[in-house]
């Protein structure tokens, strides 16, 4: 299916909103097409950098979007445009309602115990309509994959949320998507967390104007001061070196 992309570092990005999001996803279940998504921030563009497997996993999904405002500026910066940073923990109700309309069936796997259960039930407290057909946490061992996988495909889902977090989510997805009978199998990192309550995301206008980073380090500085104040600080100095000391490479639009 075609696909309107940009090439940031050597990794695939869409260009998409939340509405052309939600549209290239109905065409590719309407087309019986089983569908990979994924996104990518900041860490995942560094692990990415160091780690060729992980972006060929990228590069070989369906859709791939931009989910940190981290990257949308790294793309102006190479002279590329995308509409704007996607967070799955903005758009993914709203999506949810149109799934429900089109009777899609959704299973969340991932997250400590309970809270993918917690984050279905706030789910279908918001949407009453919205059939899920079940939940597993995402911390089973790896002799137990496979029973997993069949227990998940008796439930019949349309849509697998897999929350396990990059880059291990984007490698599972990519070794057992072919014995899920779902019709996307999507990478969505800690939305369990937050569709739950578990983890609190902050004031919406710093939300929106791309300072959500900065509430996260605020909440969890201990796990994510590394992450934030190093890592986009790395990101944003491997992309000036690229782009003006080490030359335009691996980087166009496509």
């Not at 998504?37 to 950098?49: H, P, Q, R």
């Not at 300072?211 to 590394?226: A, D, I, N, Q, S």
């Not at 990101?235 to 639009?253: D, K």
């Amino acid at each position: 299916m075609e696909r309107t992309t940009i090439t940031l570092l050597g990794t695939t990005i869409d260009v998409l909103d939340v509405k052309g999001l939600g549209t290239k996803i109905t065409q590719y279940i309407a087309a019986g097409v089983q569908t990979k998504i994924m996104y990518v921030n900041t860490d995942c563009m560094l692990i990415a950098k160091n780690d060729p497997g992980y972006q060929n996993v990228i590069n070989n999904a369906n859709l791939v979007y931009a989910d940190g405002i981290g990257v949308v500026l790294g793309a102006r910066l190479w002279g590329n445009t995308l509409p704007d940073r996607l967070t799955a923990a903005d758009f993914m109700p709203e999506l949810c309602r149109d799934f429900a309309k089109q009777g899609l069936r959704i299973y969340l796997l991932g997250a400590i115990e309970g809270v993918a259960e917690d984050a279905a039930k706030k789910l279908q407290k918001k949407i009453p309509n919205l059939l899920i057909s079940g939940t597993h946490h995402g911390y089973f061992k790896q002799e137990q994959c496979a029973d997993l996988i069949a227990e998940i495909n008796a439930t019949r889902p349309d849509i697998i949320l897999v929350g396990f977090g990059a880059p291990q989510q984007e490698f599972w997805i990519h070794e057992n998507s072919k014995n899920l009978d779902a019709k996307v199998v999507w990478g969505v990192g800690g939305l369990f967390d937050f569709l739950s309550g578990k983890t609190r995301r902050g004031p919406k206008l710093l939300l929106d104007n791309g300072f959500e980073w900065l509430c996260r380090l605020t909440t969890e500085p201990k796990r994510l001061w590394r992450r934030y104040l190093i890592g986009n600080t790395r990101f944003i100095l491997y992309l000036l070196w690229n782009r003006f000391g080490g030359g335009r490479r691996n980087n166009h639009a496509g």
